[in-house]
T-cell receptor, first 112, second 113 residues
Framework: LAKTTQPISMDSYEGQEVNITCSHN???????ITWYQQFPSQGPRFIIQ???TKVTNEVASLFIPADRKSSTLSLPRVSLSDTAVYYC?????????????FGTGTRLLVSP | ETGVTQSPTHLIKTRGQQVTLRCSSQ?????VSWYQQALGQGPQFIFQ???????GRGNFPPRFSGLQFPNYSSELNVNALELDDSALYLC????????????FGSGTRLTVV
């Protein structure tokens, strides 16, 4: 599975939009980009998945440029409860039969 | 639909002892994967079970072993515990046949002293 690179940490304030960028230069043609959120002492939770252009759900948006070598997770109007670690992974879709390769993730701290 | 449940939530063991961690997969899921997460690190893949057979293993020694039962629940066994085995152990279930993504449990926090 392709290796990913993310910032180690980010700080924000309540109500702001947060954009976390992930680079994945060696992404394969059939790979999707998936983002997980993890709170302390809990398992990772699926946030969003996409292949190209833009995907939006009730939680976040995912922007993927044409070359797919990077992606940006956008969290609109963050709140204190969005403080968590965010992981970017690349791999086949519905990859419940593949091992997931996590990096160290991005620690987002949202302050009042 | 029930989620993934793990037990116990916390555990303290002495170096050299053996431990068994348990995982009940989400209803409808037939694949279970185990991950080890050290403090400040991302989860690392230990192994996966599909229909009671091991179906892939990460870079972990043989003293890490597992089982999957006919109801798709699973156990992770670690023998001869070392201090570095202290971590959060996560179980994730999915349905390989349907191509579902993973659902993670909240983990078992193991401390080896």
């Amino acid at each position: 599975l392709a290796k990913t690179t993310q910032p180690i940490s980010m700080d924000s304030y309540e109500g702001q939009e947060v954009n976390i960028t992930c680079s994945h230069n060696n992404i394969a043609t059939n790979d999707y980009i998936t983002w997980y959120q993890q709170f302390p002492s809990q398992g990772p939770r699926f946030i969003i998945q996409g292949y190209k252009t833009k995907v939006t759900n009730e939680v976040a948006s995912l922007f993927i440029p044409a070359d797919r070598k990077s992606s940006t997770l956008s969290l609109p109007r963050v709140s204190l409860s969005d403080t968590a670690v965010y992981y970017c992974l690349v791999g086949p879709p519905g990859a419940g039969f593949q091992k997931l390769v996590f990096g160290t993730g991005t620690r987002l701290l949202v302050s009042p | 639909e029930t989620g993934v449940t793990q037990s116990p939530t916390h555990l303290i063991k002495t170096r050299g002892q053996q431990v068994t961690l348990r995982c009940s997969s989400q209803s409808g899921h037939n694949t279970v994967s185990w991950y080890q997460q050290a403090l400040g690190q991302g989860p690392q893949f230990i192994f996966q079970y599909y229909r009671e057979e091991e179906n892939g293993r990460g870079n972990f020694p043989p003293r890490f072993s597992g089982l999957q039962f006919p109801n798709y629940s699973s156990e992770l066994n670690v023998n001869a515990l070392e201090l570095d085995d202290s971590a959060l152990y996560l179980c994730a279930s999915s349905n390989r046949d349907r191509g579902d993504g993973y659902t993670f449990g909240s983990g078992t926090r193991l401390t080896v002293v």
